[in-house]
């Protein structure tokens, strides 16, 4: 099973973007959507495949922390 993870996105130079999880930051590829800083995405296998509404963000990052906790 894959998973796409929800993040943040802190910053885009050309594709590439920082997005952070939880407090780590990667490089993932931005070119596949109009993603801008502040943006909340959906990354899989290092590409931004969807932005996202703050809420959606919140709230799938709510149910990524209540899985770990499991």
Known sequence: MCVALPGK????KGTK????????R???EAGLVQAK????VLVHA???LQVLSKEEGDSLAELF????TL
């Open 46 to 48: 290092g590409c931004i």
């Open 26 to 28: 990667v490089r993932a």
């Open 9 to 12: 996105v802190i910053e885009i």
């Open 17 to 24: 973007a920082t997005v952070e999880f939880g407090g780590n």
């Open 37 to 40: 800083p502040g943006d909340y």
């Open 65 to 68: 922390e209540e899985l770990r």
